[in-house]
């Protein structure tokens, strides 16, 4: 049996602490469909300020977060929005601008840092002299961290070009800051002035914050007001949520602080994996909490096997694609947590080469692990 659990799947697997438990208990609460909810309303006013906004919503996640936004900026059906082919509005929320909003996907190439190149996103553009053929353009999406480019941030500057382009044709640009936070401590820029140029922002508090559930929205005084309606439109609109809300006001509280120490857990992952013969990841390209680990071909052990191997020391990743294992670091992974894993993963591609697949011998050496 595994003597400790390490888990890598995601950050949002953190389990709320005490004082976030205890912060539930005592929340005070009420109605917050019929907007009196006080630990709601603090929450959402905290983060407007933080990120620079006039207000905030608070919703039950990073996928309605999105969809509000989007749907309240393309009220009109048949908007088309500019967002990246590998961005997760895109591949992983079940296309639920198109399904349930009746907005047209217009995608742009994602380049490997997660950026769109400029000249492409003003190509996509439609030429409104042509609606009589074309969608309308009405919205360019970012996501900053950009979770399928291994959590790389776009800078302050990239996004201020995009703000640009959009006022030049007079559009709206969304940010999917699900990770804007490890974003703004990995650049070093206020998270205000890292999205001065969007007019929304949907950030969740479930993932390198920790908190248990929901993200918040933020936006002018009237796109919120817009976007109320459509939360409860959408069943968001949720009772007592202060209860939710405590908890994520102690997570803001304690953990954003904790996001650097993530990151540079990370990177010691990253520079650590790199050391193992079998395994390459491009540690330039960890920016914040993601690691993606290749297994490279020739590799005496299979991606599958790998991952066995890891859940039976208590290691929990993700694999993603056939020879790439993701790992994720957050709050609740120490630095012994990295290097055990390390540890780990040296003992069995070593052993591997040497025993060509014995797992049974492996195991045996696990158990004389240094970093319990
Ligand atoms: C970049 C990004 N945006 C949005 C989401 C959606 O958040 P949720 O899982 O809370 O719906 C995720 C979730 O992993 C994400 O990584």
Redesign the pocket.
């Known amino acids: 049996m595994a003597v400790r659990t390490v888990d890598f799947r995601?950050d949002?697997v953190t389990k709320p602490t005490e004082s976030m438990r205890n912060a539930m208990a005592n929340a005070e609460v009420d109605d917050d469909v019929l907007g009196y909810d006080p630990t709601a309303q603090r929450l959402e006013a905290e983060m407007a300020r933080i990120m620079g906004k006039e207000a905030g919503l608070f919703v039950?996640?990073?996928?309605?977060?999105?969809l509000i936004c989007l749907l309240t900026h393309c009220q009109i059906r048949g908007s088309e929005v500019i967002l990246g082919d590998n961005?997760?509005?895109h591949v992983?929320?079940n296309g639920g601008i198109s399904t349930i909003g009746g907005v047209h996907p217009r995608t742009v190439k994602n380049n490997e840092d997660g950026t769109m190149d400029l000249h492409l996103i003003e190509a996509a553009i439609r030429d409104s002299s042509f609606e009589i053929l074309y969608p309308t353009t009405r919205l360019i999406c970012l996501?900053n961290?950009?979770?399928r480019s291994g959590g790389r941030c776009l800078t302050v500057e990239y996004t201020d070009k995009v703000g640009e382009l959009a006022k030049k044709y007079g559009l709206k640009l969304h940010i999917?800051g699900?990770?804007i936070f490890n974003a703004s401590v990995a650049l070093g820029v206020p998270v205000h002035r890292l999205v001065q140029a969007a007019d929304s922002v949907?950030a969740?508090l479930?993932?390198g914050l920790g908190a248990p559930a929901g993200?918040v929205i933020v936006g002018s005084k009237s796109f919120i007001a817009r976007a109320k309606i459509l939360r409860k439109t959408l069943g968001g609109g949720m009772r007592q949520i202060g209860v939710l809300c405590a908890a994520a006001s102690v997570a803001l509280q304690e953990n954003l602080v904790k996001l650097e120490g993530d990151h540079r857990k990370a990177k010691l992952l990253a520079e650590e994996l790199n050391k193992i013969k079998g395994l390459k990841v491009d540690s330039a390209a960890v920016e914040t909490n993601i690691v993606y680990c290749h297994i490279l071909k020739g590799s005496k052990v299979s991606r599958t096997h790998l991952c066995k191997i890891l859940e039976q020391h208590g290691i929990l990743v993700l694999p993603e694609g056939p020879m790439r294992i993701r790992f994720v670091i957050h709050h609740q992974i120490s630095e012994s947590d990295v290097h055990y894993t390390v540890s780990c993963l040296q003992q069995t591609l070593a052993g591997e080469a040497e025993e060509n697949g014995d797992i049974k011998h492996l195991m045996n050496g696990f158990k004389h692990n240094l970093y319990l």
Do not use: F, L, Q, V
Not at 60 to 66: D, I, K
């Open positions: 995601s949002t039950p996640s990073g996928t309605m977060g999105n961005s997760h509005i992983y929320e996501e961290s950009h979770a999917d699900a990770r949907s969740c479930s993932k993200s």
